[in-house]
């Protein structure tokens, strides 16, 4: 009898390892993990915009018309080695025009989510470390309305370098708007490994991934977090810090409804995309991310998480897209 709630506890923990990373599905992960145990903290201000024009509708509409805007600001106030600490907020909104919709259509005019944050992470020695984020927001079509449209979540970790080239993290979630069990506390893990030929894989259930610097101008990054979430994507150098990329993705966004009936109904905008662009220094400190190409299979509905059934369903012919993003970095 112990032997099989043992049995059970792991394979829950395995299921549910990382989901808590993910409030709303995204690959900002991906980069959490690469830089767990030396973050990234400069100031950092980021604005992109995008508009894609009307494309056909099945259902509810004539055309539809998306507006994206997105900002992220990242400030630490405390860089040492020892210990570093960070406040951040991220924005992300889309608008949807519908052309001569139905008086009964459920798509909503537009989606935003809204994110503060606070990270640290401290040294304990050369191969042990222990930090925390946490975060409150919310995405909705009304953030902030009310407290079943905010998100909290509390995510406490521990990094161990086993080896020089092998790393492990160990975590814990706490998240109220979480997809699977909220406001249940779920363990998870990661494990990291490093080689000497630029080849850095990390793993756990149901998140893989893998860094592979091929050369000192390509490199490639594969992630995912399954079934619903994967990113291909290949980088090559003209001149560091000049390059072009190639890049294939799938993130579904997940947002919840002033108005929804079922509580663990969501509204869910998906698409697939591939695309192509460039990325250079305007200025000092300045960097500018061009890119575009098509996003395609795209859906918005209502459902309990994308692989559950649909209360509503609008398809959405398939679409080119341009893109351009501003980052300043001091």
Request: hydrophobic share 35%.
């Amino acid at each position: 009898m112990q032997s099989t709630m043992k049995c059970k506890f792991i394979e829950n923990s395995l299921f549910f390892t990382l989901a808590f990373i993910f409030l709303s599905p995204n690959l900002g992960a991906q980069e959490w993990i690469q830089n767990i145990k030396n973050p990234k903290l400069p100031y950092i201000i980021q604005y992109s915009t995008q508009s894609l024009s009307s494309s056909e509708a099945e259902r509810f509409s004539d055309k539809i018309e998306m507006d994206r805007a997105s900002a992220k600001v990242v400030v630490p106030f405390s860089k040492s080695e020892e210990f570093k600490q960070s406040f951040s907020f991220d924005f992300n909104q889309t608008k949807i025009e519908q052309i001569n919709e139905s008086p009964t259509s459920p798509v909503p005019d537009k989606l935003t989510e809204e994110k503060f944050g606070y990270q640290f992470i401290s040294k304990i020695n050369d191969q042990k470390y222990y930090g925390m984020n946490t975060e409150i927001g919310s995405s909705s079509d009304e953030p902030f309305h009310n407290w079943s449209v905010t998100e909290v979540s509390l995510t406490p970790f521990y990094y161990y370098d086993k080896t020089p080239r092998s790393s492990w993290v160990f975590m814990l979630n706490y998240s109220n708007q979480r997809a699977i069990l909220p406001h249940i506390p779920l363990p998870g893990f990661i494990y990291i490994r490093n080689n000497q030929k630029g080849f850095t894989l990390f793993a756990g259930i149901p998140v893989f991934g893998f860094f592979y610097k091929i050369s000192d101008s390509l490199m490639m990054n594969y992630f995912t977090l399954l079934p619903w979430m994967h990113q291909f994507k290949v980088t090559y150098f003209v001149k560091y810090p000049i390059q072009i990329y190639a890049e294939f993705k799938m993130a579904p966004e997940l947002f919840k409804s002033i108005d929804y009936v079922d509580n663990e109904d969501r509204i869910i905008l998906r698409d697939q995309r591939a695309v192509l662009g460039t990325q250079f220094p305007v200025v000092d400190n300045l960097t500018l991310d061009i890119h575009g190409g098509v996003s395609f299979n795209r859906e918005i509905y209502q459902a309990e998480d994308p692989s559950k059934s649909k209360d509503w369903l609008e398809e959405i012919e398939d679409q080119t897209f341009f893109n351009a993003e501003l980052g300043i970095k001091f």
